[in-house]
């Protein structure tokens, strides 16, 4: 008995001691453990050469990682730019700013564009969840994960490997040859049909996106941690170079009445006078006037875009999922496109107005 407990005493202290070095090469990014969803989603020949052209970078989460979202479609519209995409599915502002100093590094760009999700604010900053709502296993792993980044890092690769059945890098090849409408975008809201992480995430804590739009003091420390992970994101984007854009993709719930309709549905809880208040809400005013003393970071709010394009019969976020469907990436594209051009974003220089319902383009190959 004793010589069975000893061997499982050094067995966990083994595996303690590798872990904390996984967790110090991850905190360190040692080596590039992102490298091959940069490589998945650009095209080789981007990654190879500057070509003389000026970088734009974009850091994000899923709302990036596809070859039809706003990412790839900036980079086909604004050819005299190398746009390069670092976004990592399922991560957040904790892991970004891991990533992003090996980015600068690499790429010196003259634009940075962060992109956010209202939604998923917190996801590797502060896990909100309500222990009456949330099993304890899931529970247990968010506290842990909150602090231990490598367990989110391999719970992605997982993730990846056991839901694609391939390699990452193989992913983006995949998916600009499906259709990007999936099935359950046809079909009416159904929470049997709608994302599971999306809903788990919602019922955890239901009133979390509430209080991350209006600013309330709960979600004050979730947002003072994500502050400050942003300042550390932007810190090698010097002003006397480089041009850094904070894009806060709105709460599907804040975009149309219908919208806030399928959040309750699905398990969220939030007064209407938040969720489709003034498009200059707490939140962003939150974050500009955070950020004004860096003197070379703009938010970019397509709140009001969002909802006159809903209000001209566009629908721009997918039906049982929580993401923008291809007319609301084209949209997003269109409001961010200025910057390319030394404007400012949301809006094109000749005041026109973007088209918020065109048809998604064909996806370019990768070389």
């Known amino acids: 008995m004793k010589t069975a407990l000893h061997r499982l005493t050094l067995l966990g202290f083994g595996l303690a001691l590798l872990l904390g ?7 360190a990014q ?42 790839g479609l900036l980079a086909d519209r604004a050819p005299d730019w190398r746009v390069i995409d670092s976004a990592v599915l399922g991560t957040g502002t904790g892991q ?71 390699p990452v890098d193989d992913l983006t090849e995949a998916a600009r040859n499906v259709d990007v409408h999936p099935e359950s975008d046809r079909l009416p809201l159904d929470p049997k049909t709608y994302n599971g992480r999306a809903i788990e995430i919602v019922r955890s804590a239901p009133r979390a996106v509430e209080g991350v739009i209006a600013v309330s003091p709960a979600a004050r420390e979730g947002l003072d941690a994500t502050l400050a992970n942003i300042r550390r994101i932007f810190a090698d ?10 894009l806060i993709i709105p709460d599907r719930a804040q975009a149309a009445a219908d919208y806030l309709d399928e959040f309750r549905a699905i398990g969220g809880e939030i007064e209407s006078s938040v969720a489709l208040g003034p498009p200059d809400y707490p939140l962003v005013g939150y974050f500009s006037d955070s950020l004004r003393d860096a003197g070379n970071v703009t938010v970019v709010n397509p709140l009001a875009e969002f909802r006159a394009a809903e209000e001209q019969g566009c629908r721009l976020y997918m039906r049982n999922d929580d993401h923008l469907d291809p ?41």
Not at 38 to 60: D, I, K, M
Not at 127 to 153: C, K, M, N, Q, V
């Open 96 to 166: 970004m700013r891991l990533i992003a100093p090996r980015r600068y590094a690499e790429f010196r760009p003259r634009v940075v564009i962060l992109q956010l999700y209202v939604g998923q604010l917190f996801y590797d900053v502060r896990h909100a969840s309500d222990p009456a709502r949330t099993s304890f296993a899931r529970a247990l792993y968010w506290r842990i994960s909150d602090g231990i980044r490598f367990l989110e890092f391999a719970n992605h690769r997982l993730t990846i490997l056991i839901g694609y059945g391939a």
């Open 237 to 246: 984007c010097r002003p006397s170079s480089c041009h850094a854009h904070l």
């Open 30 to 71: 040692i080596i590039d453990f992102y490298r091959p969803e940069l490589v998945a989603y650009n095209r080789s020949v981007e990654l190879r050469a500057e070509s003389g052209r000026p970088t734009a970078l974009v850091f994000g989460n899923s709302f990036a990682t596809e070859a039809w979202n706003f990412p």
């Open 327 to 367: 007319d609301g990436q084209h949209l997003l594209a269109d409001i961010l496109l200025p910057i390319f051009r030394g404007d400012s974003p949301l809006g094109a220089a000749d005041g026109s107005t973007p088209n918020p319902c065109r048809a998604p383009a064909a996806a370019a190959k990768k070389d």
């Open 21 to 27: 070095a996984l967790e110090l090469m991850f905190r």
